[in-house]
């Protein structure tokens, strides 16, 4: 997924929500970040 669909999907409430590393460096907590990838998998299986 590219970068600004990324932040796209954060701010729509897709996404996990970033958390501020810095002043200028953000991340994703990974468990949130696989939870959504695992959903995804999920919903493509029709699981």
Not at 30 to 44: C, G, H, L, N, P
Request: net charge positive; proline share 6%; hydrophobic share 45%.
């Amino acid at each position: 997924m590219a970068i600004p669909t990324i932040y796209l999907n954060a701010r729509l409430g897709t996404f996990p929500k970033q958390i501020k590393l810095g002043p200028r460096a953000a991340g994703w907590i990974a468990s949130e970040v696989q939870a959504w990838i695992d959903e995804r998998v999920r919903a493509s299986r029709g699981q």
